[in-house]
Each structure stands twice: as C-alpha cells, then as structure tokens.
C-alpha cells in the first residue's frame, strides 16, 4: 500500500537529538535504482540467451544420397525433399514422420507441393501424385525440364530457352514464353500469381497473364523468393527489393553479404521481416531485413544446403544438404521447447521487454553479437 507523502521538516521528534526517519514507498517503480536494476536483469537475461541456445531439434535420414530439392505445402502440414537417389519423400511435420516415399524413373529436376498435390519434374515430363493416393498423371513436355514451380493449379516449368505455364485442371500446355538464357530457377509469387521470376545467368521477371517480361537484370542469379512486393534473389550475395521499384533507383534496396561462397537456396519468412538462406559454405544463415545481425546455423556433417524454408509459424526451419538428411531447426535458437506456465511467459516477455529497452548498450551488444563458429565461416 503506498504510504502518504510527508516532509521530514514536519515530523516530531521525541527527543531532540533523534536522527530524522525518511518514509519510502516500497513499490519497485519509485525505487531509487530502477533503471540499475533493470540494466542488470536485461544484462542477466542476454546471458541466459547466450547459454541456452540450442537451435538444433532433429533429423531425418530417409535419403540414401544428397537432398537435391525442398518444398513446403502452402498449408504448412508436409514437407516434400527430392534426392539424387530419385526418391521422393514426403514428411508429416506435425508428426515428425515420413508418410510416403516415392521412387521415380529418372533425375528428379524439380518438385512442387501444394494443396496435397505432387508436382516432379523428371526428364522431359511433370508426374502428379496425390498425397494420400497411389495413382499418378504424367504430362509429357517433348523437352528436357530444368525446374518446376506449382501453385493453385498453375505449374510452371523452365527448359533451355523458354518456359512453360501447365493448366494441372486440363493437364496441357497454355502458353509457351521464349526467354533468352539457360533457364534454371523458376518461382511464383504467391500473392499476385501472375508475377514469375527466372534465375539463369540473367534475372527475368515476367507477368504470364499480359505474356510480358517486366524487368530483366543482367545478373547471375542461383535462387529467387516473392513474398508480396518484396523479392530476394541469391548469388555471391543476398539481395532484397521492392519488384514493383526495379526500373528505378530505390533506397530500400538492402544486401547481406555474410556467406563465404555461392548462395544456393533463399526463402522468406511468413511475416516477410526475415530471410533464411542455405550456401555451398555448408552453412545456413537468418537475415533479419530491418537489422544487420544475423544468425548463423552449421552442422560438423552437413554438407551444401541445397534447400531452406520457414515453416508457417515462423518458429522453425527445414533445411535439405547433400548428407542425405533434412533437418529441423528452430529459427530462434533460444525459444522454449515446452509450453510456458503463466508466470515464466510473463517472464520472458518482461525479460524481452529489458533487452530491447537496453539493446544499444555496448556490454549488451557485445554479449548478443559474439558468437563462437569457425574460422572458414567468417568473411
């Protein structure tokens, strides 16, 4: 209870050479050293991070050789990794289990999955499967198919010199767009459907409904992702844009140069605030847009990371290397692993609360940015 403000001047003495009692309020807030104790909790707290950091969760060893492709469901349930063994194998992520393993005829050059739909890209055909069905489709192309992209019925498929757009409802080819350059990534922007980008030794961004190019930058470019008007694109470097401002000089055009060698997978985060990207440095790296730390992942065995997706709670990753093993991560490498009772959640948060409020104090920062990885890794 707070007690009643009163002067020292007004107190009566019993006797006159009593030493004078000061009446505190005993609430935390008007404490005399709040902000010192605070800065040693959000001190302590950065600390706790630091030593409790464990961003490995698991692994999945169904491939007998290295993971060549990943794609996430859009609903987030399945994971599906291609591999230079020509399987297929299809994960329940809620479980943590493989429910289907597929064995195809030919090298495996592209995956899709979407809607429990299975696009594969093999030779010179696209195979579609159904999650919970054995029964197949096969739509022959008459050429050989670099990569595939699939969502909401539309499949996209790059060749040499030109790309393919598949209607999966009629199974046949609806437009035949001639690009220039040896095509071998291809994405859909999940958003607006229409916008396409093309990796090869040149960038391309097409519209498939007007059968126009939007943008072309000549660039070599080893992966793309979309999320809204925002667009990552890989190569020595990440880069991030706005599609829409490509034409012209834009100052929200953003680089992250942390990978030591070729960027091979890049994939944004549900939100769009952040990107994870997997390189041939063996290492997997998470980017946050609006800051320049980052986050660097590797496993002793691990191999090139040839596939990286958030998964739609944004909590964790999915990584596919050429050991053979997709691995789960989680994206914040010192988020609980058990449900918070009440108390530790209101914990956590005021804790969160401290470290933002002293973030930019140098003790903290050198606590929160000092990392122990190998020597090969740093650039």
């Known amino acids: ?29 008007h404490h005399p050293l709040k902000l010192e104790r605070e800065y040693v909790k959000a001190l302590n707290a950065t600390k706790v991070d630091k030593i409790m950091a464990k961003p490995f969760i698991s692994s999945f060893s169904y491939h007998t050789e290295g993971i060549t492709g ?11 990794t291609s591999s230079f063994d020509k399987h297929v194998v299809i994960y329940d992520v809620f479980n943590k289990k493989c429910i289907k393993d597929i064995k195809m005829d030919d090298f495996i050059n592209g995956i899709g999955l979407n809607n429990n739909v299975l696009c594969v890209g093999q030779d010179t055909s696209v195979v579609v499967k159904r999650v919970g069905d054995l029964s197949s489709e096969e739509i022959d192309l008459k050429n050989y198919l670099n990569s595939l992209d699939f969502y909401n019925n539309t499949i996209v498929t790059t060749h040499h010199d030109f790309i393919n ?17 040896d095509n071998q990534v291809i994405k859909i922007n999940k958003t607006f459907d229409n916008i396409i980008g093309v990796a090869s030794t040149n960038f391309h961004l097409y519209d498939i409904r007007m059968n126009k190019e939007i943008y072309k930058i000549d660039q070599s470019v080893n992966c793309v992702d979309f999320h809204e008007n925002k667009i990552v694109f890989g190569s020595d470097k990440i880069t991030v844009t706005d599609f829409r401002k490509l034409n012209e000089e834009y100052y929200g055009k953003k680089y992250f140069n942390k990978h030591t060698n070729e960027i091979l997978s890049v994939n944004f985060s549900m939100t769009g605030h952040r990107i994870v990207s997997g390189s041939s440095d063996t290492t997997i790296r998470i980017e946050n847009i609006n800051s320049k730390n980052s986050q660097i992942y590797y496993n002793d065995r691990m191999g090139i990371v040839n596939g990286v997706s958030f998964s739609n709670c944004n909590s964790f990753i999915f990584s596919g290397s050429d050991d053979g093993s997709l691995r789960l991560w989680r994206s914040y490498p010192n988020a609980p692993s058990k449900n918070l009772s009440y108390q530790e959640e209101m914990s956590r948060l005021e804790n969160d609360r401290l470290k933002n409020k002293f973030k930019d104090f140098k003790e903290i920062q050198r606590i929160r940015n000092h990392s122990f990885y190998k020597k090969n890794y740093k650039k």
């Open 1 to 29: 209870m707070k007690k009643i403000p009163c002067s020292y001047y007004k107190i009566n003495k019993e006797c006159k050479n009593d030493l004078t009692t000061f009446k505190y309020n005993e609430e935390d807030k």
């Open 70 to 80: 990943l794609c996430k469901d859009y609903s987030g349930k399945y994971i599906a």
């Open 165 to 181: 757009v598949i209607d999966l409802e009629r199974n046949e080819v609806l437009n035949n767009i001639s690009l220039q350059g």
